[in-house]
């Protein structure tokens, strides 16, 4: 359903652990032979409302991306390849292009130490927070297997940040082994009506499922960093752990959702969704950088709004023709 290889994602990745040096804190490393930094990297730190905008688009197209594929698969089954290969190929703009750069005006990837701190600091707010609440509501409520969904992923999320708090030792102290990756239990999604029936779930489920894609889409960086600094071992456990979230958590909960509809309606979503991005969000983040210095942010902001309103056009021609 998820048809990217993982190598390959890594690799075509890799040029975002390049960037300039004045970037601070989390800021990517540039290790010798790297790519060149993005023409929209500004040479200090952006503002802190520019960051959280950026944080606000980073989920929004580590979502539009994993979408997207599942829309493709869902157009591929109802034997519409040409819709199929418009959500696939929209879903790399968004990640290869959109993502990829507010990854790298954000800062997010930093040393193997800070990527794996980060990503500790994440997960145990999701195994402690986030996805016991989610359950206890949804329990309440009476959406009983979202309830349960949340239980199991609050689980693996307290694994994964075992096995992250493991390798931050080995790469801190040269001392121990980083462990073995985890294995998803993949879950088929096809189209179909949410399962669950109370507004609070529903919003918890949205909630849930950009926090995954971006989960997936973060990790597959911090292994293409791993891969580049000489730890293949860590790469796996990133690698591992991209596919529990995307393959595992996402998937069970775009099914609890109903995410993924029939190709006419997941057409007209993303139509909603990317005409929103190019002549509201977008444009109002731009505006926001602009006011505050951050030239290189707004026009980056722009430019993915101009990106956004040409799919918009190309997802409607697409369900004009279906009519």
Sequence with gaps: MFRHSIRTLVMSLC???AVSPTVPALA????????PPSPHTGTRAPHAQTLADLATALKGEAFAHVSYDLFAAEADRQGLPAVGQL????????????????????????????????????????HQVMYRGFADQARKDGDLKAAELFTEIAADEGRHRDAFRTALTVVTTGRGTVP??????????????????????KANLDTAMHGEALAHAKYMLFAAHAMQTGN?????????????EL???????????????????????????????????????????????????????RDTAADEARHAAAFQKALDQLR
């Design 15 to 17: 040029a975002l652990t």
């Design 28 to 35: 990517l490393a540039a290790p010798a032979g790297g790519a």
């Design 87 to 126: 959500f696939r190929t929209t879903a790399q703009t968004e990640l290869h292009e959109h993502l990829r750069e507010a990854a790298t005006l954000a800062g997010m990837v930093g040393t193997n130490a800070a990527n794996l701190r980060q990503a500790i600091d994440g997960e145990t707010y999701e």
């Design 180 to 201: 073995a990756p985890p294995k998803a239990d993949m879950v088929p999604v096809p189209a179909g009506l949410p399962k669950v029936k109370a507004a609070r779930t």
């Design 232 to 244: 293949p071992a860590l790469a796996r456990l990133w690698e591992g752990t991209a596919e529990v």
């Design 247 to 301: 393959r595992e958590h996402f998937a069970g909960e775009a099914v609890q959702a109903g995410l993924v509809r029939s190709t006419r309606d997941n057409l007209g979503k993303a139509i909603a969704g990317e005409r929103n991005e190019a002549t509201t969000v977008y444009p109002g983040f731009a505006q926001r950088a602009t006011a505050v210095g951050d030239t290189a942010t707004a026009r980056f902001f």
